[in-house]
């Protein structure tokens, strides 16, 4: 229980201090692990299973993680690449009007 609490801490110092500077949104779940390695743990609620990445330099304690465990995870959503409907990139210069 004490690896748990200690994990939870952690990934609220990890994730929250990044998230109050960028101003996103933070987000909570609690659930039952289902499968759990260095740098990935699976959370179970409910019929629902959320997949985190867990860097292992900066979560402390995450390769001690068992299945099974009660855990809180505290995390912000993050966009890696986003697309028009039509599959076009959007940048700043193709919202300009052309003259």
Known sequence: ?????????????????????AGAKTYKITGTIVSSTS?????????????????????????????????TVTYVMSATKIESARGEASSPASTSPSP
């Open 39 to 71: 740098s990935r743990v699976v959370v179970q609620k409910d019929s629902e299973r959320f997949e985190f990445d867990v860097d292992p330099a900066t979560v402390k304690g995450s390769a001690e993680l068992k299945v099974g465990s009660t855990v």
């Open 1 to 21: 229980m004490k690896t748990a609490l200690s994990f939870i801490a952690v990934i609220n110092l990890a994730f929250g201090s990044g998230a109050i500077a």
